[in-house]
């Protein structure tokens, strides 16, 4: 029996979530996933694997103490139930050890809640026909992987909850020689041939222009233009503080000059944790039951928080959904006015941004940034790219860029799913549109 089938977890469920003599609870979390991965070199096939994989975690709760282990999964019902029906007892013998946890929130609700959702991916095949047809006489490097992904809870009270979707991510280089590449990305649950072949050609159209002599700037303000890429590697480092409700309480968000009114984004900022419009499964690995979505930024001004139960329990606040960490994996920002067909006549002259890296926060408490441009980031004069750009650093307020310093964002958004797949794929994404801002500022 498949490990990402419904019914395999509900045999497991079914053995593992009952009640037990010394426990209030136990509860079954499966994180598990169908995958293929394809690495390419020069349009061919240079690596192709298959992963089938899962892993559980069961939980035994008595009064304020709580305990859980993990393990990987066989895919086999009854080695898997007993293993996991050994790890229980083992649990529960462990509890009187266990000290208790004056922050320990559960779900009181029996909930339940259901996706199933198949999507359309790609055959390793077909993938290898579309990669090559579009690729042909390109020095093409990218990295497919694409399959099932399933999150799945139970409890001994009666709580179920299945998410199951099916998306792919496709980054590639295409390069020019040495270093020089344009680097572009695929993502999403519905695989086109047809708009893959068209970022490879869009890809292709700029590679001249990386062996045209680089065009050098001296450190100021510049207009710029941010792709999604882009603005996916800032909201990222947003995220790791911005949102969370202890780092506001302690004062050590990067936001909160945003949450005191100190500053002001753009009215037309807006950014929501938006787990029903993204793949992100619509619970926690607690059984908690996630909002549709969270408004964090509302016209500009801060909005709510990501409170994790944690938390929830330490400020009397609603836990909403949020994990441990309380970081984001679904946020959405709101698109604008600007039509991508206008974008470089929009920017007029400036810097065409394609990817940034390296980004962190020169000032935190200032929601300063610092990173690196990379790859294909270009200059563009009169609408048009005309040089490429050496490497260059950027020093800016994330407040500054997005409120008065923002031109507009693009009329479209992409979603930019987690590319890592360290140990297991994910389902993190950000959603985002492009974004013309004005003065940002180059150091060197």
């Known amino acids: 029996m498949s490990i990402t089938r419904k019914d395999f977890f509900e045999s497991l469920a079914q ?32 690596q192709a694997t298959h992963v089938t994989q899962g892993f559980a975690t069961v939980a035994v709760v008595q009064g304020s103490r709580r305990i859980e282990s993990s393990r990987s999964l066989t895919g086999r019902v009854a080695e898997d139930t007993a293993a996991l029906l050994a790890d229980r007892a083992d649990l529960i013998a462990s509890l009187a050890e266990v000290p208790d946890d004056p922050y320990l929130l559960l779900p009181e609700d029996v909930t339940s809640s259901s996706r199933h959702e198949t999507g359309a991916l790609p055959s390793p095949e077909a993938l290898v026909i579309a990669t090559t047809s579009a690729a042909r006489g390109l020095d093409f490097v990218g990295f497919y992987a694409g399959g099932a992904l399933v999150r799945a809870f139970a ?6 909850h299945w998410h199951h979707v099916e998306s792919f991510h496709f980054d590639w280089c295409l390069y020019q020689q040495a270093d020089k ?24 159209q700029r590679l001249p222009l990386l062996g045209l002599e680089p065009r050098k700037l001296s450190p100021g303000a510049y207009r710029a233009y941010f792709t999604p890429a882009a603005m996916n590697e800032l909201l990222g480092t947003l995220a790791w503080s911005g949102f969370g409700a202890q ?40 059984g908690f039951a996630k909002p549709a979505s969270v408004n964090l930024i509302d016209a500009g001004r801060a909005a709510g928080t990501l409170n994790s139960p944690r938390s929830a329990r330490q400020y009397n606040l609603a836990a909403n959904g949020a994990n441990a960490q309380e970081s984001p994996e679904a946020l959405s920002l709101a698109t604008g006015t600007l039509r991508e067909a206008d974008v470089l006549s929009a920017l007029d002259t400036g810097l065409y941004v394609s990817n940034l890296w390296y980004l962190n926060y020169s000032d935190r408490q200032a929601c300063r940034m610092t990173g690196m441009t990379r790859f294909a980031c270009f200059w563009v004069d009169g609408g048009q790219l005309v040089a490429p750009l050496p490497v260059m650093r950027f020093d800016d307020s994330f407040l500054r860029m997005f409120g008065e310093g923002l031109v507009d964002f693009t009329d479209t958004a992409e979603m930019v799913p987690e590319s890592g797949t360290y140990k297991e794929r994910q389902l993190m994404s950000i959603t985002t549109p492009g974004a013309l801002v004005a003065d940002w500022k180059l150091t060197l």
């Not at 409890?155 to 179920?160: E, K, P, Q």
């Open 155 to 160: 409890d001994s009270r009666g709580s179920r």
């Open 15 to 46: 053995a593992v979530c009952q009640s037990v003599s010394g426990t209030d609870r136990v509860t079954l979390y499966l994180r598990a996933e169908d995958s293929d991965f394809i690495r390419f070199n020069r349009a061919a096939v240079r």
């Open 181 to 204: 590449a344009v680097k572009t990305a695929y993502a999403g649950t519905r695989w086109d041939p047809d708009e893959f072949a068209r970022r490879v050609a869009t890809g292709a």
């Open 247 to 286: 780092s506001r309480r302690t004062g050590t968000s990067s936001l909160s000059r945003l949450e005191h009114r100190d500053a002001q984004l753009h009215d037309s900022f807006h950014l929501k944790e938006d787990t029903a419009g993204s793949i992100a499964p619509a619970f926690t690995a607690e």
